[in-house]
């Protein structure tokens, strides 16, 4: 069970602008960075948003993050069909000592 | 360019210890810059961190792992290694190795910006 909640699937068309929640608590999110993941199917996780909502460098500005008390989000602009993937929100836990990721959810773009 | 690489065993039997090795390129494992840890993935689920290693030597466990795994550091040869424990089945996975950049000596937030291309390890007897 993951101790971030993400939904687990999210769409939309190409040119539109999407939102991916992360909703954490106080000991996570509530007082901790945000970092964003990015997986392609087969490949490695890319770090997509680090510290709530820096891009880091060659990731487009397309690409921004958020957060709001206890959750976070992963907004995604001028969608394009290569931005279908899996996407993660991470952070650390200062109750549980421990970095804990949200389930994933799974963008399909239409 | 920086590179990391998984090796190890792609088969372990149940109850017996599963070991990996990061081999790291282009940066030294030893930098006060950085930390390094160990991230898995089951097949067609999601991520789970399984613990950090930062620079001092200090470790950071996955409290749910954590008296079953163990980390170390061969400078010599710029790696760094996993070992977990008396594997089951639930330990199958894509493991990945990862450069982590905001450890601290109290926290090690999961702002992994380099990747290894993960290795998957299946526990079956």
């Known amino acids: 069970q993951s101790m971030l909640t993400q939904p687990p699937s999210a769409s939309g068309t190409p040119g539109q602008r999407v939102t991916i929640s992360c909703s954490g608590s106080s000991s996570n999110i509530g007082s901790n960075s945000v970092y964003w993941y990015q997986q392609l199917p087969g490949t490695a996780p890319k770090l997509l948003i680090y510290r709530t909502n820096q891009r880091p460098s060659g990731v487009p500005d397309r690409f921004s993050g958020s957060k709001s008390g206890t959750s976070a989000s992963l907004a995604i602009s001028e969608l394009r069909s290569e931005d279908e993937a899996d996407y993660y929100c991470a952070a650390w836990d200062d109750s549980l000592t421990r970095s804990v990721f949200g389930g994933g959810t799974k963008l399909t773009v239409l | ?125």
Do not use: M
């Not at chain 2, 810059?33 to 613990?51: A, D, F, M, N, V």
């Not at chain 2, 001092?56 to 061969?74: A, D, E, M, Q, W």
């Open chain 2, 1 to 125: 360019q920086l590179q990391l690489q998984e090796s190890g065993p792609g088969l372990v039997k149940p109850s017996e210890t599963l070991s990996l090795t990061c081999t790291v390129s282009a940066v030294s494992i030893s930098s006060s810059s950085y930390s390094w840890g160990w991230i898995r993935q089951p097949p067609g689920k999601g991520l789970e961190w399984i613990g950090s290693l930062y620079y001092s030597g200090s470790t950071y466990y996955n409290p749910s792992l954590k008296s079953r795994i163990s980390f170390s550091v061969h400078t010599s040869k710029n790696q760094f290694s996993l070992r977990l424990s008396s594997v089951t089945a639930a330990d199958t996975a894509i493991y990945y190795c990862a450069r982590q950049l905001d450890c601290t000596s109290t926290s090690c937030s999961p702002d992994f910006d380099y990747w290894g291309q993960g290795t998957l390890v299946t526990v079956s007897s």
